[in-house]
C-alpha cells in the first residue's frame, strides 16, 4: 500500500479501509490540495442497514473529519430496480412505498456518525429518485446508453457470475449498473462530487461511473473501494446467529448490539477497533498486543466504542455495566433484554420449552428440548434439567421477573404483563 500524504487516505490505509483506487497518487494529491466532495449510495432494501453497512458508513465518518464533504446517496430511483451484482436471482421488487418507509428508516442512522448543514464539510443525504423518476426514455438512451457497450458489459464479474451459472438476468437488472453509473455523473454536476466509494464489489459499477463521466465531459472522477469483510472464522459480517445485526435501535437495542462486538473471535479484534472506531492508532496498537484472558478487556473496550457512536455514551456503559452485572456478578440486571407474558398464562403454567421459544432464545421445542439435554438452559440461573418444567409465577423473583439463560452469553428477562 503506498505512503499518503492526505490525512483522509493515510488514515483510510493505516485502518484498513483500502482495496484498490482508480489512481492512487492523482486521488492522494486531489485529498491534499482542497476540500473534496465524495459519496457512498445505499439501496433500501430494509428499514435498517445492519453491521455489513457499518464500515460503508466510517469510510464517510472519516471523509468529514478529515476536512471534506461525505454524500449519503439514498438509492430510491435504483431501489426500484435492485442491484443484481453476485446475487443468484433478482430481488424482489419493492413498491414505491416501502422504498419511502425504509429510506426513513435508513435514515436515523447516519445522524450518529456524519454532522448535516449547509456548510463546506457538512454532510448531505441525497435521494437519486430526484433525477432517475424523471428520466425521459429515448433522451436517456441517446444521451447515456449510446456510451455503454453491451459486450463490455457482459464481461464484468457481477453480470458473468450469473449468467455462467445459467440464471436469469432481467433487462431491468441489466440496466442498473447504467443508472449507478448515471448517478456518479449526476452528483459531480450538482455537487462538484469527484469520489465514489463502496465495496470492493462495487468496482466495476463505479469505473463505470468515471468512464462515462470522462464522456459526458465531467471533471477527472475516482474510485475507491474496501474490502468485504468476513470474520476470521469466514462468516459474513453483519449476520450472526439470530440473524442481522441491525443498525436500527428499534430492530435492535444498545445491549444486544454491545453483546454482538463483545462476542468478537480474538483474531478479529485489532482489525475492527480500527475500522469501527475512532481510538488512535497507539491505543489500538495496546489493545491489540493484549493476549491471553486480557484480550476480554480489549473486546469490552471494541463493544463500548463501538455501540457509543451508535447508541451514545450512557447507553453503551449501561450495556456493559449490564454485562458485567450478568456474567461477572451473576446479579439480575433490570436492563436485559426483556419479553411480556399475559399474567393470566403465567399463572396458569408454561412449560419450558415453548416458553425459551417464545422468548426467542429457540427456534423450536426440539431446539429447545436439545439444549435442555446438553445442559445449557437455566431459569433464575438454575440448571433446567427436565424438559417437561412448568415455569409459573411460583418463579418470579423479588424483581418481579423470571430470568431465562441458554449458555453463558444469551439472558432474556420474562415480565408478567
Known amino acids: 500500500m503506498p505512503k499518503f500524504k492526505s490525512d483522509f487516505l493515510r488514515t483510510l490505509s493505516e485502518r484498513g479501509f483500502i482495496q484498490q483506487t482508480s489512481d492512487d497518487q492523482g486521488l492522494d494529491e486531489l485529498f491534499s490540495r482542497e476540500t473534496v466532495t465524495g459519496y457512498i449510495g445505499f439501496d433500501p432494501t430494509a428499514p435498517s442497514l445492519h453491521v455489513g453497512g457499518l464500515m ?43 422504498i419511502a418507509g425504509n429510506i426513513a428508516g435508513i435514515r436515523q442512522v447516519f445522524a450518529n456518525y456524519l454532522s448535516f448543514g449547509e ?50 438476468l432481467s433487462f431491468l437488472e441489466f440496466n442498473y449498473m447504467i443508472l449507478q453509473a448515471y ?13 465514489q466509494m463502496g465495496g470492493s464489489d462495487q468496482w466495476g459499477n463505479i469505473v463505470n461511473g468515471i468512464d462515462l463521466g470522462h464522456r459526458m465531459g465531467t471533471p477527472q472522477l475516482y474510485a475507491l473501494t474496501s474490502p468485504l469483510l468476513t470474520t476470521a472464522s469466514g462468516a459474513k459480517m453483519g449476520k450472526s446467529v439470530d440473524g442481522a445485526v441491525w443498525l436500527n435501535p428499534e430492530l435492535l437495542g444498545a445491549y444486544d448490539f454491545w453483546q454482538f462486538w463483545r462476542n468478537t473471535e480474538d483474531a478479529d479484534v ?15 496498537a495496546r489493545l491489540e498486543a493484549l493476549g491471553g484472558a486480557e484480550i476480554n478487556e480489549a473486546k469490552k473496550v471494541l463493544a463500548t466504542e463501538v455501540t457509543a457512536m451508535l447508541h ?79 415455569v409459573s409465577t411460583q418463579h418470579l423473583t423479588g424483581d418481579g421477573v423470571i430470568k431465562l439463560s441458554l449458555g453463558k452469553k444469551k439472558h432474556m428477562l420474562v415480565r408478567p404483563e
Not at 485489532?270 to 489500538?284: I, S
Open 119 to 168: 456548510g463546506k464539510t457538512d454532510a448531505l443525504m441525497v435521494n437519486n429518485a430526484d433525477w432517475l423518476l424523471d428520466l425521459n426514455y429515448i433522451s436517456f438512451l441517446r444521451d447515456v446508453g449510446r456510451h455503454f457497450s453491451v459486450n463490455r458489459m457482459l464481461s464484468f464479474d457481477s453480470v458473468r457470475t450469473r449468467l455462467d451459472r445459467e440464471q436469469s
Open 183 to 195: 448517478d456518479f455523473v449526476e452528483l459531480s454536476k450538482r455537487y462538484g462530487c469527484r469520489l
Open 270 to 284: 485489532g482489525r475492527f477497533l480500527k475500522l469501527y472506531t475512532t481510538l488512535p492508532m497507539d491505543e489500538v
Open 312 to 390: 451514545g455514551r450512557e447507553a453503551a456503559e449501561e450495556a456493559a455495566e449490564t454485562a458485567r452485572k450478568t456474567f461477572e456478578e451473576g446479579a439480575l440486571a433490570g436492563s436485559l433484554p426483556a419479553v411480556g407474558i399475559p399474567r393470566g398464562q403465567l399463572e396458569a403454567g408454561i412449560g419450558v420449552l415453548s416458553l425459551f421459544v417464545t422468548a426467542g432464545l429457540a427456534a423450536s421445542n426440539g431446539e429447545a428440548r436439545r439444549h435442555v439435554k446438553g445442559g445449557a438452559m437455566r431459569i433464575n440461573d438454575e440448571p433446567v434439567s427436565d424438559e417437561r418444567v412448568v
Open 56 to 98: 460503508q458508513i466510517m469510510m464517510l465518518h472519516w471523509m468529514q473529519k478529515t476536512g471534506h464533504k461525505p454524500i449519503a446517496l439514498m438509492g430510491g430511483g435504483t431501489g426500484m430496480v435492485g442491484d443484481p451484482s453476485f446475487k443468484d436471482e433478482a430481488r424482489k421488487l419493492m413498491t414505491p412505498e416501502t
